[in-house]
């Protein structure tokens, strides 16, 4: 099975921009899905398909897919953004679900 | 509008067996693909199991297999999970969750499973 391997933690300024990166052998070649996960709440897909963005997410959150890493890119952080996000793939040869570890979001 | 009701949660003693449901509605049920999902305290998610709208194709994750039987009964637009053999590290939320290509767009609000004697 493929391992996605996230920052355990990204820390940013409010109205900066936040990086997170979601890793994996040659994940440019797989489509990339990024939720939003805040406390005690299930998770909400902010990101689907690398880059395309749900009807009701903010255009702040925009995600790119490359090489060996994946990037959710959120621009302008708000207070509201807190929170942990996680990455996830399909694997077609094996119908299998991996969800990368999860990347928790403070804003500071 | 779509929801995902889970249910069937609970404290149940290592070895012990327990049924997850998940009631659908606000969609055509039978149309789509379903999965279960899960959380341990403090962890990422880890998917469970997945099957087909019409149930003739089921997965499970390597960590359960053997152990859980995913099902659905469409005409009760209902997901099921049964847990046998549990033990203390599925211990967890579990979410269902609506696949559409390949990633979920609909998330229930999860169940707790405490696997504890």
């Known amino acids: 099975s493929d391992v996605l391997t996230q920052p355990p933690s990204v820390s940013v300024a409010p109205g900066k921009t936040a990086r997170i990166t979601c890793g994996g052998n040659?994940?440019?070649?797989?489509?990339v899905h990024w939720y939003q996960q805040k406390p005690g709440q299930a998770p909400v897909l902010v990101i689907y398909y690398d880059s395309d963005r749900p009807s009701g997410i903010p255009e702040r959150f925009s995600g790119s897919n490359s090489g060996n890493t994946a990037t959710l890119t959120i621009n302008r952080v708000e207070a509201g953004d807190e929170a942990d996000y996680h990455c996830q793939v399909w694997e077609s040869n094996s119908h299998h679900v991996v969800f990368g570890g999860g990347t928790k979001l403070t804003v500071l | 509008e779509v929801q995902l009701v889970e249910s069937g949660g609970g404290l149940v003693q290592p070895g012990g067996s327990l049924r997850l449901s998940c009631a659908a509605s606000g969609f055509r049920f039978s149309s789509y693909e379903m999965n279960w999902v899960r959380q341990a305290p403090g962890k990422g998610l880890e998917w469970v199991s997945y099957i087909t709208s019409s149930g003739s194709t089921i997965y499970y994750a390597d960590s359960v297999k053997g152990r859980f039987t995913i099902s659905r009964d469409n005409a009760k637009n209902s997901l099921y999970l049964q847990m046998n053999s549990l033990r203390a590290e599925d211990t967890a939320v579990y979410y269902c969750?609506?696949?559409?290509?390949?990633?979920?767009?609909?998330w229930g609000q999860g169940t707790q499973v405490i696997v504890s004697s």
């Open positions: 040659n994940i440019g070649s797989k489509s």
């Open positions: 969750a609506r696949k559409t290509v390949t990633w979920f767009d609909y």
